[in-house]
């Protein structure tokens, strides 16, 4: 009689006392937080975190792939719980600036059709299943008449140079018609090609594109602002101040031509478009990249010479009122583009059959390994997810540089994806999973 009071009285003892345990991480127990990877279960096993999440103007979420299911719907269900319980209102997604218009029109009007819009997401890694619920989902948030404050949904990537003069162009044509054949005839010069097109001719330098591309972009700004007072005062509140951040974008892409670090001009560049979209919004904003964009610094002393990371950036500037979560897996599929197995075969490939370099995106699968020292040493607590706050831990693993898988766009072979960690100088957070699937890609119908 006494096992069955105390087990009833457990049923009615609240979630959080039993969504944080003490586990032994290396030699040293440690708080975590167990997670499912289901999004709609996530909810209640957030709640013992809603102070910290709720103290913050960003947060950041990475991904140790580009195609991984269970980081996509794990993003997904955090982000729905800082909207429903924290007050987040703003999503930013590592793709283009103009694109990503596209799709906050759709979210806040509901006008439109999600296969139309998600074309704008220029990108494989976000045409998939995970991305399409959140912004259905986003969408019919919106809808319902008691979320007076409607959410938003932008990119604040910088590497498109059609996308920002296509987004000008069609609201110009639906909302400014006095003013759109001037803009046509400014804009002619990149609409009058294709995407491809304008990337064949920037490799060919003799063709001085990258001029072109260069005065377009002058041309649209000097356009913006001859036409600023009459734009802000038939344009509805804030959309002027969105074709400016769409220029900027623009701006951002030819730039980046002519820079001599290419990568580290990006994440400036990134960093900066979601503080301005921050502040412009006067909003709390929920950032999804990859790990190496969110993350604080590189895990040696690179960032000295590199300089810093988008994370960095956003951590200068708003100091704790930012928060990078970093993700992590042992083991698993994801999606990727297939590239030669090893050095060897790429510099063959290179040589003798360069349009055999890269084999298409694929799903591809890593096991676990163990010089992948990081994840092993977290495998250990046998939880098959969990979060865990680095910043206020004093696990001496999150101190020591160790070694776990990091897979960009493109997946060579398991022996090669295994880059290293430094827990505590690159996140303030991490989630950590033991298994992982292949993200669902979506045939989209334009």
Request: with cysteine.
């Amino acid at each position: 009689m006494k096992n069955y009071s105390f087990l009833c009285l457990l049923c009615f003892l609240p979630i959080s006392l039993f969504s944080q345990v003490n586990a032994r991480i290396g030699a040293q127990e440690t708080l975590i937080y167990p997670i499912s990877v289901h999004k709609q279960d996530l909810s209640e096993e957030l709640q013992p975190l809603q102070t910290l999440f709720a103290a913050k103007s960003i947060v950041g979420m990475g991904e140790a792939t580009h195609g991984t299911r269970e980081f996509f719907e794990i993003k997904n269900g955090v982000f729905q719980w800082l909207v429903n319980t924290c007050g987040y209102r703003v999503f930013g997604i590592e793709a283009t600036y103009g694109g990503c218009c596209y799709i906050n029109d759709f979210v806040q009007s509901g006008k439109g059709n999600i296969d139309s819009v998600m074309v704008h997401l220029d990108f494989w890694t976000w045409q998939t299943e995970e991305v399409r619920d959140l912004i259905l989902w986003m969408k019919d948030y919106n809808a319902q008449a008691e979320h007076v404050e409607k959410l938003s949904f932008y990119g604040f990537d910088m590497q498109n140079f059609y996308a920002p003069v296509q987004y000008v162009n069609d609201f110009a044509k639906k909302h400014c018609p006095a003013q759109f054949d001037t803009l046509r005839a400014i804009s002619f010069p990149v609409l009058g090609k294709t995407e491809l097109q304008i990337y064949q001719l920037l490799q060919k330098k003799e063709n001085h594109f990258q001029d072109t591309l260069q005065h377009t972009y002058r041309l649209l700004k000097d356009w913006l602002l001859r036409n600023k007072t009459q734009l802000e005062t038939t344009l509805p509140a804030g959309r002027y101040q969105m074709l400016w951040l769409c220029t900027d974008n623009l701006g951002q892409a030819v730039k980046s031509l002519s820079v001599h670090n290419q990568s580290r001009f990006r994440d400036s560049c990134m960093a900066y478009n979601v503080l301005q979209i921050q502040k412009f919004e006067n909003k709390k904003m929920f950032v999804w990249a990859h790990n190496g964009h969110i993350n604080l610094a590189y895990p040696d002393d690179k960032s000295v010479l590199m300089g810093p990371l988008m994370g960095g950036h956003l951590k200068k500037n708003l100091g704790d009122a930012y928060y990078a979560i970093g993700f992590v897996f042992n083991q698993g599929s994801f999606q990727a583009i297939q590239g030669p197995k090893s050095i060897g075969s790429a510099i063959f490939k290179y040589l003798f059959a360069r349009k055999k370099l890269y084999r298409g995106l694929r799903e591809c699968t890593v096991p676990e390994q163990d010089k992948n020292t990081f994840t092993r040493a977290l495998s250990a607590t046998g939880y098959p997810a969990y979060f865990v706050d680095v910043a206020r831990s004093g696990n001496p693993v999150f101190s020591t540089p160790l070694k776990t898988y990091d897979v960009g766009a493109i997946f060579m072979n398991y022996k090669r994806c295994s880059e290293p960690i430094h827990a505590k100088r690159q996140f303030d957070g991490l989630v950590y999973l033991d298994q992982t699937s292949r993200a669902r890609p979506v045939r989209l119908k334009k």
